[in-house]
Structure formats: structure tokens, C-alpha cells
């Protein structure tokens, strides 16, 4: 049975930073594509960001470029979302999801999987 555990979230001041993970169990993703999605209340899932094979390509959703970095790894079956400069619109569930396909999706429907999600509140 796949699995996938965020972690890392919290409350945190505008400008500040926060880490969060994505700890995969059950099989491995190391060909396949992992991404960061997030909701806010009242809205859709969005993309953030998406990683391909063993990191050698990332998609980026234009609100978090420069400020969030996502990085694997593959040894640990492992995804970080390392987020800097956080604002109050950065306030979200935040949900891993993972597909075995190497692909550049945006879109929630190309994910197989999905975590619990971990919540991330920036305060202004």
C-alpha cells in the first residue's frame, strides 16, 4: 500500500521560512514525477511544484518562483519544500502527490497519490 506523509507545517510571520517533507512508503518514485499542490479555504487545489526522475527537472507555479525550492531524496524516498519569503497568501493545506509517470503535469488528475496534507498558515 503507497503511502505518502507531509510533515513540516505550521504557523508562521510574513518573511519567514518553513520546510516541509514528504516521506513516500510502499513503492518507489524515482522514474516517476512528485508535486506539491495547496488549497486554501474557499478555493481550488492549485499546483506549486513538481519534480521529475531524480531531480534533473522541476516545474514551478509562477506565484512561488524564487521563493520555494523543492528538492528529493531518491535514498529516502524523500521530497522537501524548502519555502522562503513566506506571505500571508502562502496560507494553505499543502498536499504531496506522487505519480509513477515522468511527466510535467499541473494538473491534480495526473497524480496517482496523495498525502493527508500539512497545514501552512503565515500570519501578516
Known amino acids: 500500500q503507497v503511502q505518502l506523509v507531509e510533515s513540516g507545517g505550521g504557523l508562521v510571520q510574513a518573511g519567514g521560512s518553513l520546510r516541509l517533507s514528504c516521506a513516500a512508503s510502499g513503492r518507489t518514485f524515482r522514474s516517476g514525477t512528485m508535486a506539491w499542490f495547496r488549497q486554501a479555504p474557499g478555493k481550488e487545489r492549485e499546483f506549486v511544484v513538481g519534480i521529475r526522475g531524480i531531480g534533473e527537472s522541476t516545474t514551478y507555479a509562477d506565484p512561488v518562483k524564487g521563493r520555494f525550492t523543492i528538492s528529493r531524496d531518491n535514498a529516502k524516498n524523500t521530497v522537501h519544500l524548502q519555502m522562503n519569503s513566506l506571505r500571508p497568501e502562502d496560507t494553505a493545506l499543502y498536499y504531496c502527490?506522487?505519480?509513477?509517470?515522468?511527466?510535467?503535469?499541473?494538473?491534480?488528475?495526473?497524480?496517482?497519490?496523495w498525502g493527508q496534507g500539512t497545514q501552512v498558515t503565515v500570519s501578516s
Open positions: 502527490a506522487a505519480s509513477p509517470t515522468y511527466g510535467t503535469t499541473e494538473s491534480a488528475s495526473g497524480y496517482n497519490y
